[in-house]
């Protein structure tokens, strides 16, 4: 497919719908030729196959963080009109809502720097994380639904968070339209004692401190300023979004059939949008976004209390803030501008972050090394439905990661360069090195120099918890 591609200029790439038979639309690549050159050519065929299902809207949009995903590739934006598109439960992904919350801090690189060691100690007793791990929160069957229905909303009402919070977090931390009887009875045993967790895979708490700033006036607005630390949060719906993505792949698979959807790749299993299918799926889901959205802000209210305990101030007068926080695996009913018309689509992201015009956009990079804020866009409403990158993007699997790295190599590794690491097990630091993810300075250029999103500010990490 490589070689199909036609140059729009540096940083965008366009694979003609005629390059393939049955495609619908063209692909969109936002990323350097460097980046290009190194991706890998199932991913691109991926993204030509959801070019050909019902309904799609020009561009299948990929960023420069893509790779080998279910279906839809991780790293990619698929869209599809409101009454004649599909809904795809492998297109959002398992991880419903994976994201991610930074909360800033008035601490400077001095006031922490000695206190490194003892606060990664203390947050990873606090937050519990890794495989199958259990919250200190025990919901019952009508807490669980309030959960579901209200998401973050839930958390403040219950002393996790503020109003504020909610004020800094896409769609305000809920998701209407939420309906628990849509997800099984196994999404809720799994999802009932694993709020407030951390998880394990690419899922991390991060310390970091402000080493760049890029736009003075976001930066101001936002909070940012060089020097100061901020903390970063990773996680998703854990057990309960996994369940419902298994239990509606089903679903759809039998949709697909029912409807008669020729699918290019049996992993695209979808169910027609205004079909019940598609629609019980998407309420499903919902539930799946706001357990999510609760789940990060239960773990930030967490991390205030230990900062509090670590310095012995009040987190307010650390003034620990919610910068924002962000989904990049979900199907949301969003309006564009499609043929020089507004209309309704369903804009599936799975490895990708909205990127709305003035917003601010969280990219998280490899373990070991920078992430960034940036600033949404018009020009990525134009172009990617208000879409960019999550983050770096593997450029390994865990399994060849695990093969070629060692856990306890990586932890010295990042104490060489003065990052406090702790983890559940060291395989965990093996499948997340460094070397694991593509350039995080590349994949980030390549965005701000399409103009889908912009460099706001850069950050360093000091000290991470992994699951």
Known sequence: ?????????????????????????????????????????????????????????????????????????????????????????????????????????????????????????????????????????????????????????????????????????????????????????????????????????????????????????????WGLEKGKILIMIHSGSRGLGHQIASDYLKIHGDAAKKYNIDLPDPQLVCAPASSKEGQDYHKAMKCGVNYAFCNRLIMTQWVRETFEQVFKKDWKSMNMKTVYGIAHNICKLEEHIVDGKKKKVYVHRKGATRSFPGLPVLIAGSMGTASYILKGTEEAMKKTFGSTCHGAGRSLSRNAAIKKFWGESIKKELAEKGIVSQSTTPKVLAEEAPLAYKD??????????????????????????KG
């Open 1 to 221: 497919m490589k070689e199909k591609l036609k140059k729009i200029n540096d940083y965008e790439w366009l694979l003609p719908k005629e390059s393939r038979k049955g495609m619908n639309t063209d692909a969109l690549l936002v990323a350097s030729k460097e980046v290009i050159d190194a991706m890998e050519d199932e991913a691109i065929s991926q993204l030509t196959n959801v070019s050909m299902l019902p309904g799609v809207i020009n561009p299948v949009a990929g960023m420069p963080d893509m790779h080998i995903g279910y279906g839809l590739p991780m790293g990619a934006v698929g869209v599809f009109d409101e009454k004649e598109g599909i809904i795809s439960s492998g297109m959002t992904g398992f991880d419903i809502n994976c994201g991610i919350n930074v909360v800033r801090t008035n601490l400077s690189h001095d006031d922490v720097k000695d206190k490194m060691k003892e606060l990664i100690a203390a947050l990873f007793k606090n937050i519990p994380c890794g495989v199958g791990s259990k919250g200190k929160i025990r919901l019952d069957e009508k807490q669980l639904d309030e959960v579901l229905t209200k998401g973050a909303k839930w958390a403040v009402d219950n002393g996790y968070g503020t109003k504020e919070d909610l004020e800094n977090m896409e769609e305000n931390g809920c998701m209407g339209g939420a309906e628990p009887n849509k997800i099984s009875e196994t999404a809720r045993k799994r999802g009932k004692p694993q709020l407030g967790t951390l998880g394990a895979g690419n899922h991390f708490l991060e310390i970091q401190k402000i080493s760049n700033i890029y736009d003075e006036e976001a930066a101001k607005k």
């Open 440 to 465: 995080v300075e590349i994949v980030v250029e390549s965005v701000h120099k399409a103009g889908i999103s912009l460099k706001v500010a850069r950050m360093i990490p000091l000290g991470v918890i």
